[in-house]
T-cell receptor
Framework: KNQVEQSPQSLIILEGKNCTLQ??????????LRWYKQDTGRGPVSLTI?????NTKSNGRYTATLDADTKQSSLHITASQLSDSASYIC????????????FGGGTRVLVKP | DSGVTQTPKHLITATGQRVTLRCSPR?????VYWYQQSLDQGLQFLIQ???????AKGNILERFSAQQFPDLHSELNLSSLELGDSALYFC????????????FGSGTQLSVL
């Protein structure tokens, strides 16, 4: 069964600090891995998409890594800002017919001043 | 702005009633996806349509149905509503079958009283 597990479930960090979110998956056959940011009450917004051959991708202060061998990904937030307070969702796409996307449960990040 | 439009933004109704949620995808996108997000829960995939045809089905209840019209807008019909159906319902769209980025709407907040 395809699964995506994220950790931690939630974390609190001080403004200006860095943090790293983890994503482990068992989706097969793998197509790509995405990170989304979801503000409370809003729709998710794509941060990065990585294919099998990519092991790092950045979007501003967000840097995602992918280790396809260990089936792990991380999202690193640098110099956090109050606006980074949101849920971060890892989504893995499979190369298959039908429903290809498996969503993680998300990590809720709270940035405090 | 993702380009995906969902209406209404909020909906309050009573148990046993029926409601229709509407989604207009981004211009040019052929796929529409529906997701349910209950309080503090992850996104649950309901159903996907591609160019008017049902392409994938997730954990969609029999009381729920959807369709995609020739102009590519989609409607999600929820009937015999129960208290537990209260949730945020998101629509997303993509150009193709889902290997690429998804663009999410702002959601419809459904409250069943």
């Amino acid at each position: 069964k395809n699964q995506v597990e994220q950790s931690p479930q939630s974390l609190i960090i001080l403004e200006g600090k860095n943090c790293t979110l983890q994503c482990n998956y068992t989706v097969s056959p793998f197509s790509n891995l995405r990170w989304y940011k979801q503000d409370t009450g809003r729709g998710p917004v794509s941060l990065t998409i990585m294919t099998f051959s990519e092991n790092t991708k950045s979007n501003g202060r967000y840097t995602a890594t992918l280790d396809a061998d260990t089936k792990q990904s991380s999202l690193h937030i640098t110099a956090s800002q109050l606006s980074d307070s949101a849920s971060y969702i890892c989504v893995v796409s499979a190369r298959a017919a039908g429903n290809k996307l498996t969503f993680g449960g998300g990590t809720r990040v709270l940035v405090k001043p | 702005d993702s380009g995906v439009t969902q209406t209404p933004k909020h909906l309050i109704t009573a148990t046993g009633q029926r409601v229709t949620l509407r989604c207009s995808p981004r211009s040019g996108d052929l796929s529409v996806y529906w997701y349910q997000q209950s309080l503090d829960q992850g996104l649950q995939f309901l159903i996907q349509y591609y160019n008017g045809e049902e392409r994938a089905k997730g954990n969609i209840l029999e009381r729920f149905s959807a369709q995609q019209f020739p102009d590519l807008h989609s409607e999600l019909n929820l009937s015999s509503l129960e208290l537990g159906d209260s949730a945020l319902y998101f629509c997303a769209s993509s150009l193709g079958h889902g290997e690429e980025k998804l663009f999410f709407g702002s959601g419809t907040q459904l409250s069943v009283l």
